[in-house]
């Protein structure tokens, strides 16, 4: 039997806590801990609770199913049959095929003609209970089906899998009045697994139908990540609120983004959110760990073994925690060791170079800086030099600061597409600032040279938005970048200086080509936001 729950302060498990819906996933992922690393207990305690398990099916008219509490669970059966599949494919022992044959013929007499599953059969009644259906037992049973399948291709599971996996993409949600829709990680497993089907094309394996529910399911789960993934920044709790996911929260996302990505490695058509899908739930991996007991939280349990490694809420765990997690734990590490083949350790592409050399570019603003460079007494040889060495200046102290992008975010505890959310705004307000002042303002100017100081190094050149955007397009894409940036508007500065005079006909030229480059840093920064909130 398996216990439910496991009270920390207490150092021991809640008594009583029996759940035989738990027992299925319990017995699946001991059997995928034993499939990965042989010489662990994990094998023995799946095979005893298999016999334990096995021992209270109820059997009837050539299928056996789990009971639960006077009637006949759907879910816990699917879980149960997951479960001997991963044994079966483990070990190769079949000495429970029969079981196994048994336990599928369940499942497709609680499949309706439409696909939709039945969640009760009705001991008492002899019959299952019509017009019941749960929010995950539709998808555990198309997973478990699909599996049977997969194992065995000449039984009835694959056309009942089918069935299932249509219903769930195309009228589930309205036929059982989900709103909104149903965030279903066991039909994710469905789909990876369906994607593998040899009766299926090769080269589209999913129907269209299929593929449109992949994606609506890798958006809901995606909004998850986000979600969960702000409560980490410094502002989380104030935003997100104080209410923390379970380990289980964790895993079933994780579960979910690693069964849809090996359905987009399979179907071309998934292709564009294959790399969203991967950097989705290697973020959900890293949270879940974070979140994970340590040595340090375990040393004042009562019982530190039972605790290390686990993940609590309140002083308590149930199994599904453990099993989620480790689940998605394990799923993840082929997604982690794709990534690192394909783009190496960096991670994934970034905003391209010249998004971030128009946005740098605009934030320097060489017309809204030439305007502003004094000229009051100077000679034009004196002007031309102070925005030269004040541009340089400036630049170079912004060039410097950039360097700081990777210790500044590890220090901020912040990642890349975080900070270009909060740099994209930052200087969107710049732009629409910069578009709406009449010109720049009279600033005091030390004499001399040291105008190159003040004012044009600061505050004309080294501004709150052109800082946030160097150091994100460093952080992004290393010096090359904001170095070539800054380094052709220093250029343009110089430039503009030598030639146009900031009253007249030019001068009125230029203030114009400057509002026009702050809308133009506005259009840059809304695309950097966009990228950096479907990269969090």
Not at 521 to 535: H, K, P, R, T
Request: glycine share 10%.
């Amino acid at each position: 039997a398996v216990l439910a729950e496991y009270d920390m302060s207490a150092g021991r498990p809640v008594a009583g806590e029996y759940s035989k819906y738990y027992t299925g996933e319990a017995y699946w992922a001991l059997a995928r801990m034993h499939r990965l690393f042989p010489d662990g207990p994990w094998g023995e305690a799946a095979d005893r609770g298999v016999e334990w398990t096995l021992d209270q099916l109820i059997e009837r008219d050539g299928w056996a199913a789990v009971p639960s509490y006077g009637s006949v669970s759907t879910g816990a059966t699917a879980l149960l049959l997951a479960g001997l599949v991963e044994r079966r494919l483990d070990t190769g022992d079949d000495r429970y095929d029969e079981q196994m044959d048994q336990l599928g013929r369940f499942l497709v007499a609680q499949t309706e003609p439409s696909g939709a599953v039945l969640a009760e059969y009705d001991l008492s009644a002899g019959r299952p209970v019509a017009g019941e259906y749960s929010k995950y037992y539709t998808g555990e049973a198309y997973w478990a089906l699909a599996r049977m399948h997969r194992l065995f291709p000449d039984g009835p599971w694959g056309e009942a899998a089918d069935r299932i996996g249509a219903y769930l993409a195309t009228r589930r949600d309205d036929a059982e009045d989900h709103w909104p829709p149903v965030p279903d990680h066991w039909a994710a497993y469905g789909l990876a697994e369906t994607v593998e089907f040899e009766d299926r094309d090769a080269e589209r394996p999913l129907t269209d139908a299929e593929v449109a529910y992949a994606r609506r399911q890798a958006g809901l789960f995606g909004a998850q990540v986000r979600w969960v993934g702000q409560r980490f920044g410094p502002w989380g709790l104030l935003v997100r609120g104080p209410q923390a996911p379970r380990g289980g929260g964790y895993g079933v996302v994780g579960e979910a983004l690693t069964g849809l990505w090996r359905a987009s490695e399979a179907d071309p058509r998934l292709a564009d959110i294959r790399r969203p899908l991967a950097e989705r739930a290697m973020c959900i991996a890293g949270l879940a760990i974070a979140k994970q007991s340590s040595a340090a939280d375990a040393s004042s349990a009562p019982a530190p073994d039972k605790v290390r490694g686990a993940w609590f809420r309140d002083g308590e765990t149930r199994m599904d925690d453990q099993q989620h997690a480790l689940a998605a734990l394990l799923r993840t590490v082929a997604i982690v060791e794709a990534q690192d083949e394909a783009h190496g350790p960096s991670g994934g592409p970034a905003p391209s170079a010249w998004l971030w050399l128009a946005a740098l570019v605009a934030a320097f603003n060489p017309c809204w800086v030439a305007l502003g460079v004094p000229r009051a007494g100077r000679s034009r040889r004196e002007v031309v030099t102070i925005a030269a060495l004040g541009g340089a200046g400036g630049a170079l102290a912004v060039l410097v600061t950039s360097l700081l992008s990777g210790p500044l975010l590890d220090v901020l505890d912040v990642t890349t597409p975080a900070f270009r959310i909060a740099a994209g705004v930052v200087a969107a307000v710049a732009g629409a600032v910069t578009l709406v002042r009449p010109r720049p303002a009279r600033e005091p100017a030390l004499a001399g040279r040291r105008a190159a100081l003040v004012p044009v190094a600061v505050p004309l050149v080294v501004r709150p938005a052109l800082v946030f955007l160097a150091l994100s397009a460093h952080a992004d894409r290393g010096v090359p970048v904001p170095a070539a940036a800054l380094a052709a508007s220093v250029a343009g500065l110089v430039a503009l200086v030598a030639r146009v005079a900031p009253e007249g006909t030019g001068g009125r030229a230029v203030l114009w080509v400057a509002r026009g480059t702050a809308a133009a840093l506005i259009a840059a920064s809304v695309l950097l936001v966009l990228d950096g909130v479907y990269s969090v």
